[in-house]
């Protein structure tokens, strides 16, 4: 069964490289109501995340005095998905909302918005493997568009095993049919784990291996971000600059 | 605000006192940072359930039944059984939790529990049919939290394998015109591996193993690991709001396969025997 | 002298705390500065200092300084409670609550009254410490925008320093802003 997703050159259905990611496009400020927004496709995903605050909060007794709250929703539109998708609040996009939520959490300075909330609604359009990576990588540049003190951007890409091999960055079909998904996020300028999950069978080895696969993703992830940020801000001829150190 | 949280209000003062001991390689409760509470597992308490546990790990205390009963598969997967998994943090718990439905830590505990399950292919689902398409076996999992002093997703794994192992299944016969008997008769439901979950908290940049509702209070992340009989990771899980590095999780790894082993070795005695306490 | 360039994002590295200090839009971790926002960076040489100068620059929180208006929500003798509705003139959804606290006089007679359950008011942010937004009526165009009758709530008109309600002829008292709509 698992076979059949890699050929005899290791070369997968879609016809990537084992370490290969998918096509990944993102656009800032996609919502003109939202204070910080993108849109991102990565594969056949498409999700738009949108930031809304800081704003009082509501209900008023979850108010921090010291700190903002950060809510988050992953939710998948009903024709995101091959069969329709109930509408409803699944158990699926509560336990996703929730990582996103504590992924995303590490880099806001919530200390700079005492009584207030942060929300952050992640709206899939259309699912493909991989979403709450992705996911959650929109709502990173989204909260930067947004304009909110952060200590780093996040970036999270999937990396798992598919017929035997060690791969980067799981699509629909190699979730479904493959061995292993290890769903990671870091903050890249801070090498920190924010989003860390796993399903599948790993050997201790393997498991290494996937994770490093996993944070060569991110790290490609964060190129994508950094990209679509400073395309729109700086415009696109003007090269980035490393620190000068 | 999540109820572990709202649990325990802990003042600063037990926090520093924390950190204090914590840089001594002591926790609050006098354990080792990588020590585990004490463990006890006694199996078949519910008997109206096809497989029951009650673990007490420190003052948390989980029972998990399990019913295995007749049903029909989804229809993508016609050859198939099913697995249902649920969690209830029950409002006698603790002070904070709260009647009504299960709320995000519920449901995550669930889905966490349901992965280890699931990944470590403990059940061999492709056995669990009768006719295909037509009659399979529903394998139904439900965890209650008596009382939580946090490590629940350990607890519940301990709880859920000792549960499935000990579980048997109703025997049936299928008739020519394709109608099912349900027979008096039962059989093991048979297990193929032991996944075990293990649970860190990073308090103060030290890890510590099994936290307790405290700990979690003062926690800036958590990793859950779970490993089969085999030592391979089947589920992950990283909780809180804080960060690991990249060596800290490649350390946690290692360290959750050892510790896998010992508690392994529990839940097989306790199996064999009925009841063990370590 | 003051460098400015380099287009940087929350996390970029500006410089080691040896090198420079962290000031505006920046923060320090370990032995680094590094930026908050998505902007430029400024090294002032001089001072050895470096600070963001953000791309986005828009109200969030309302600070001090800033001039909001929005509906009374809750009036009190003392104090009255104010949905901020705009901030510098730009609609803000964010829903912030502001306090405009109308003391100073106890005990010595009859406190004026400055506005009532749904006027409209003008205010200027004095603090927001704690984030609890102080409002005070401290710019020259403060004070109530809109209000209607607090008796039958038809439309009022300007009557001296005083409203008129052109329904009932009630003559209330408010602290109107030269802005008053009539």
Redesign the interface.
């Known amino acids: 069964m698992t076979t059949t997703l890699l050929n005899a050159d290791k070369i997968r259905l879609d016809g990537r490289k084992l370490d290969e990611l998918r096509p990944v496009k993102i656009d800032v400020g996609v919502i003109k109501n939202a204070d910080g927004s993108a849109l991102i496709e990565f594969g056949k995903n498409k999700i738009i995340a949108a930031v809304y605050g800081p704003k009082e909060v509501h209900p008023r007794h979850l108010t921090k005095p010291d700190r903002a709250i950060v809510k988050c929703r992953y939710h998948m539109t009903p024709f995101s998905t091959d069969t329709r998708k109930n509408p409803s609040f699944s158990r699926r996009e509560i336990e996703i909302s929730k990582v996103i939520r504590q992924a995303l959490e590490p880099a806001i300075i919530l200390e700079d918005y005492p009584r207030s909330s942060i929300e952050v609604y992640m709206e899939v359009l259309q699912s493909d493997g991989g979403s709450r990576c992705a996911a959650l990588s929109a709502a990173s540049v989204a909260l930067a568009d947004a304009g909110i003190n952060m200590r780093d951007l996040v970036a999270g890409c999937a990396a798992g095993k598919i017929g035997g091999e060690i791969v980067l960055d799981i699509d629909d079909t190699e979730d479904k049919e493959g061995e292993a998904d290890m769903p990671t996020a870091i903050m890249p300028s801070l090498g920190l784990v924010t989003l860390f999950q796993l399903d599948g069978k790993l050997s201790e080895s393997e498991f290494q291996k996937t994770f490093e696969f996993a944070i060569k993703g991110c790290m490609k992830v964060y190129q994508i971000q950094r990209e679509a940020l400073m395309n729109k801000y700086f415009g696109q001829s003007e090269p980035m600059q490393e620190s000068t150190e | ?1 999540s109820a572990v949280r709202k649990a325990v209000v802990v003042g600063t003062l037990r926090k520093s006192q924390m950190k204090e001991q914590l840089e001594k390689g002591k926790r609050l409760d006098g354990r080792d940072l990588l020590q585990q509470r004490k463990l006890s597992i006694e199996t078949g308490v519910i008997e109206k359930a096809s497989g029951s546990a009650r673990v007490r790990l420190g003052d948390t205390e989980i029972v998990a039944g399990a019913k295995v009963e007749m049903g029909r598969p989804f229809p993508d997967t016609p050859d198939q059984g099913l697995l249902i998994v649920t969690a209830e943090v029950l409002p006698i718990a603790s002070a904070y939790a709260e009647p009504g439905p299960p709320n ?1 830590e519920a ?2 505990l ?2 966490v529990s349901d ?1 280890g399950i ?4 403990m059940l061999d689902f492709s056995k669990l049919v009768i006719k295909k398409g037509e009659h399979v076996y529903s394998v139904f999992v439900d965890v209650a939290v008596l009382n939580d002093d946090g490590g629940l997703f350990d607890a519940a794994s301990y709880a859920i394998v000792s549960a499935l192992s000990t579980a048997k299944r109703p025997n049936a016969t299928l008739a020519e015109d394709g109608s099912l008997t349900v027979l008096d008769e039962t059989s093991d439901l048979e297990v193929k591996t032991l996944p075990v979950a293990t649970t860190f908290a990073k308090i103060d940049g030290k890890i510590v193993f099994d936290p307790n509702t405290e700990e979690q209070s003062m926690m800036d992340a958590r ?1 859950t ?1 779970v490993t ?1 009989s ?17 060596e ?3 350390e946690l ?2 360290t959750s ?1 050892e510790r896998g082993i010992e508690i392994r070795k529990a839940i097989r005695d306790t199996i064999e025997n009925g009841s063990q306490k370590t | 002298m003051v460098k400015t360039q380099e287009k940087v994002l929350p996390g970029t590295k500006l410089a080691s705390i040896e090198e420079f200090e962290g000031g505006q839009g920046t923060y320090t971790r370990d032995d680094s500065v590094r930026a908050l926002l998505l902007g430029r960076a400024q090294y002032d040489i001089k001072a050895r200092k470096v600070t963001i100068q953000p791309v986005k620059t828009r109200s969030m929180i309302p600070s001090q300084g800033d001039s909001v208006t929005g509906t009374v929500e809750v009036a009190h003798s003392s104090m009255l409670s104010l949905r901020i509705q705009s901030v510098n003139g730009k609609d803000s959804a964010a829903g912030f609550t502001g306090l405009l606290l109308l003391g100073g006089q106890r005990g010595r007679g009859k406190r004026p009254i400055i506005g009532k359950y749904s006027d409209v008011i003008r205010a200027t942010v004095v603090s927001n410490r704690n984030g609890i937004i102080q409002l005070a009526l401290k710019g020259k165009d403060d004070g109530v925008l809109l209000a209607i009758c607090s008796s039958c709530g038809s439309k009022v008109s300007r009557h001296g320093t005083r409203i008129k309600c052109s329904f009932c002829g009630l003559l209330e008292e408010r602290g109107l802003s030269p802005d008053f709509a009539a």
């Open positions: 605000m995000e449901i995550e669930a889905r992965r699931r990944e470590s292919e990793l690991l089969d085999e030592g391979k990771f089947v589920a992950g899980q990283k909780g809180g709001s804080g960060v690991f590095t990249f800290e999780i490649r790894a290692r396969a």
